[in-house]
C-alpha cells in the first residue's frame, strides 16, 4: 500500500517504520519537509519524506496524528484526500490530575470527519503509548494486544485492521464512527494507567475472550427483575 504520514512526530515516525518494514510505501509529510526527509532517512527502506501536501497526494492510506489541527488547516486542499482512508490516534489532552469533566458529546476522530467528508475516517492506534510500537511484531503477537477500529465504511475498516495485523496487533472491529468516543475515552483511561497508576508505558488493555465455564455452578445469567 501507498501510506502518506501528516506529521513526523513519535506515533507517525513509528508506524511509518513498521509499515515500511513491510513492504509498503511510506511517505512523511511535515511542515519543515527536512524534518520529513531526515525521518525518511533514518527509516531507510526507500522512505520518502517531503511537504504534507505531497503526503496527502502520495497515499492511498493517510496517518493522521495531528492533535486539534485539522486537515483543511494543515493542507492547502483537503481535495487529495477524496475517498482515502485516513487513521486517526489522536486523544485528548489530559486533565491536570486526569480530572475529566463530562463524557465527550464528540469524539475528536468525528470532528476530524466533519472537516473531510469526502474521505473516510478510521479511529485506530489511540490506545497504546509509543513504546509498545517497539515491540512489534513478535511480543505483540504473543501478547495479542487489541488495536481497537471504528470508522463507517467497512472497506476503510478493513484497510485499517490488515495494516494492524501486519504489524503483529489482533485488530477488534468496533463498528461506526462513532465509538470513536468510546475508544478515547479508553485512550485516556490506558494513559491514567500509565502515568496516573505509573503501570508505565507497556500496559495496555487487551480483549481476552475466556473459554465457556464447563459448568453453571454458579446458576448462570437469569433474567433481571
Ligand atoms: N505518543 C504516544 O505514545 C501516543 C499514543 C497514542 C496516541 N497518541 C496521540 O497521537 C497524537 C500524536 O502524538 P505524538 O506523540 O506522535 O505527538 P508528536 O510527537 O508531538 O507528533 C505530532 C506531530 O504533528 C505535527 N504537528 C504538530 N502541530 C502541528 C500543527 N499546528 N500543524 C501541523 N502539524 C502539526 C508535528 O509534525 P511536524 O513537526 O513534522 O510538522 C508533530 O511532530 C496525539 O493526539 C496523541 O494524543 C500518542
Known amino acids: ?10 506515533m507517525s515516525r513509528s508506524l511509518g517504520i ?18 520529513a526527509k531526515s525521518v525518511a532517512e533514518f527509516a531507510g527502506h526507500n522512505t520518502q519524506g517531503g511537504t504534507n501536501d505531497e503526503a496527502a497526494e502520495f497515499g492511498e492510506v493517510i ?12 493542507l492547502s486542499s483537503t481535495n487529495s484526500l477524496t475517498n482515502k482512508v485516513i487513521l486517526d ?9 486526569f480530572a475529566y469533566g463530562p463524557l465527550m458529546a464528540e469524539s475528536l476522530a468525528e470532528q476530524l470527519a466533519a472537516d473531510i467528508p469526502n474521505a473516510h475516517v478510521v ?31 467497512p472497506g476503510a475498516r478493513q484497510t485499517a485492521m490488515t495494516l494492524a495485523s501486519g504489524i503483529g496487533f489482533n485488530p477488534i472491529d468496533c463498528g461506526p464512527l462513532r465509538s470513536a468516543r468510546m475508544l478515547e475515552t ?27 465455564a464447563s459448568q453453571q455452578r454458579l446458576g448462570g445469567r437469569q433474567s433481571g427483575s
Open 1 to 10: 500500500m501507498k501510506l502518506g504520514l501528516i506529521g513526523t512526530g513519535n
Open 18 to 35: 513498521l509499515w515500511a518494514e513491510q513492504g509498503h510505501e511510506v511517505f512523511w509529510g511535515s511542515r519543515d519537509p527536512n524534518k
Open 63 to 74: 496517518f493522521y496524528s495531528v492533535r486539534g489541527v485539522m486537515p483543511s488547516t494543515v
Open 89 to 97: 490516534c489522536n486523544n485528548r489532552e489530559i486533565p491536570e490530575g
Open 123 to 153: 479511529k485506530a492506534f489511540n490506545t497504546m503509548a509509543q513504546e509498545v510500537l517497539e515491540l512489534s511484531p513478535q511480543p505483540l503477537k504473543e501478547h495479542q494486544v487489541s488495536v481497537y477500529i471504528c470508522g463507517d465504511d
Open 186 to 212: 479508553l485512550g485516556d483511561f490506558i494513559r491514567f494507567m500509565i502515568m496516573g497508576m505509573e503501570l508505565g508505558p507497556y500496559a495496555t488493555i487487551s480483549v481476552n475472550v475466556l473459554p465457556e
